[in-house]
């Protein structure tokens, strides 16, 4: 099994819609979690952490279940410049972050 | 807002040369890490470093990579030999331990071995 494991997309959706991915993870000693973004030839960008009660930044939503060992990120109210690479990232120790392949959502006019 | 830099933006090289890339870490930040993104794959851990010394290194950070904190505000990463293979994006990121693992990344270098 992967460490990290996402549905690569693409995700093709209209303006104002609401999208959500999964992201799974293999490590159950996992701490901490994250969504960045990747636009195409950039850096990833840090979008949120995903804490254990799950959180909210403006429209987006992450939501973590140790149990099932699944992350996930909900956007609302979709943008243009939503569309991006989705990455989802879980620690493997204290000092290393493993990378998922990312999910690519295209948003339409 | 402060941010990681990296230079050079883009770096031509044949193959088994030495190469340097270079990176400012955001000035308060103690953890530094590299990771590299080959082409349409997905970004790959290679090393951490924290307190002048490797934390963490991957399978990938083989013999021929090394990291330096040459003074106090650059990290650089060496290539000894390279290879077609090490052609890819190398981005370097840092973090703050307050912050817990949030990992700021600079623009990235764009390795071309040839």
């Known amino acids: 099994r992967k460490e990290v494991e996402q549905d690569p997309g693409p995700f093709n959706v209209p303006e104002g819609a609401t999208v959500a991915f999964n992201c799974t993870y293999s490590?159950?000693?996992?701490?901490?979690f994250f969504w960045y973004r990747q636009d195409c030839r950039k850096e990833p960008k840090l979008l949120m952490s995903?804490?254990?009660s799950g959180n909210e930044d403006g429209r987006f939503t992450a939501q973590l279940n140790r149990a099932s060992q699944y992350i996930s990120l909900l956007i609302r109210d979709s943008k243009l410049s939503d569309s991006a690479t989705y990455l989802c990232?879980?620690?493997?120790?204290?000092?290393?972050?493993?990378f998922g392949s990312g999910t690519r959502l295209s948003i339409r006019p | 807002e402060p941010e990681v830099t990296q230079t050079p933006s883009h770096q031509v090289t044949q193959m088994g040369q030495e190469v340097i890339l270079r990176c400012v870490p955001i000035?308060?930040?103690?953890?530094f890490y590299w990771y590299r993104q080959i082409l349409g794959q997905k970004v790959e851990f290679l090393v951490s470093?924290?307190?002048?010394?490797?934390?963490?290194k991957s399978e990938i950070f083989d013999d021929q990579f090394s990291v330096e904190r040459p003074d106090g505000s650059n990290f650089t990463l060496k290539i000894r030999s390279t290879k077609l293979e090490d052609s890819a994006m190398y981005f370097c990121?840092?973090?703050?331990?307050?912050?817990?693992?949030?990992?700021?990344f600079g623009p990235g270098t764009r390795l071309t071995v040839l």
């Open positions: 990121a840092s973090s703050d331990p307050k912050g817990g693992q949030d990992q700021f």
């Open positions: 490590n159950s000693a996992s701490q901490s």
């Open positions: 995903v804490y254990s």
């Open positions: 990232v879980v620690d493997s120790s204290a000092s290393k972050i493993i």
């Open positions: 000035s308060n930040h103690l953890y």
């Open positions: 470093f924290y307190n002048n010394e490797i934390s963490e």
